[in-house]
């Protein structure tokens, strides 16, 4: 069975490198596209290798999927066998199932979902595009047409090759607010109700503004200047000083922390570490660790192994709207 694993493009290496440390160098693995690689043999099976997306130990793989079939575009067959294929992949024939299809550039090769829509209605499998157990996937490109199969609960991300979208507008106050937003629908994070959040490097406030719509009162630290959007609300208080400073004078304890500050993943990993004795216990702490230089796996990994000193690491993982980023969720115990 081979399993088909998406990454963003600049980590494909990055990707293939942990899968090897993780299950051993002898396993095969090939490139497909750009976002796209495959094990083609002595690999995990796909639970194990999601247990280990899932428990941060392999960071850069993003969406995991097990091939049924490839076709050159020209030789892929008949709808009503694309359905075959796809009930013959499992062990029950099912209600329902999500279709997820995406390519390698332009489009999302939406004519394959209309197609297996059809296909599987006659059968009668209901379609959908996420929410189901089982996903099916198709990956489309000039080469190659690449139909797989997988549970949601192994696929790590309910979104093709887990490129999630999230709708912009007018509100959103910062593109980061996409990256807060992606963790807590990813993770299936819970947000303490009537917490008391603390967000260092907030400004321009995005991130606040998401865990506001969380039912978060927020105390928001950054030197810059919050949008006024984020301001108006009373239950949003701006600090405009240092996490450092912060902590020099702060009493209060937090449920939540998260951290999106531009710094050196070790630094940023340590101002975490200053966060813990304003923490309540079991808090929730989310942080994006930047940048890694020349080789970001190492770097990402010892921002983690300074985080563990004091939280359980639950999630390490680059999110489809992290750039050269990874997001980290942890517990404060
Ligand atoms: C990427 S921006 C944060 C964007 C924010 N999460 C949002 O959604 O609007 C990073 C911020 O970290 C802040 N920052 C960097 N070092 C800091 C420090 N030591 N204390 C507080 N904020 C810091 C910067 O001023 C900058 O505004």
Known sequence: MEILFSVATDSYDLAVREIREEFGGGI?????????????????????????CDRGRIIFVRHLTVELASFKPSEVPEAHELAE???EGVPKHPQAVAVQTWTDGAGSGGSFYHLLEDALGARGVAVSRAGQDLVVSVFVSAKTVIFGLNRLEYSLSDW??????????????????????????????DLPPGGKGLDLGASPGGWTRILRQHGQEMWSVDPGALDPRVTADRKVHHVATTAGEFFRHNRMHFDVVVNDMRMDQVLSARVMLDAVPHLSRGALAIVTLKGGGKNPLDAARRGIDVLSKQYDVRHARQLHHNRREITVVADCP
């Open 28 to 52: 095969r693995i090939e490139r497909v596209s750009g976002d796209l690689g495959r094990i083609v043999s002595g690999g995990p099976s796909v639970g194990e290798l999601a247990a280990a």
């Open 85 to 87: 294929l796809v009930l």
């Open 160 to 189: 093709p090759g887990g490129r999630m979208r999230l709708a912009r507008s007018d509100e959103r106050v910062s593109r980061s607010e996409f990256k807060l937003e992606e963790a807590i629908q990813t993770f299936g994070l």
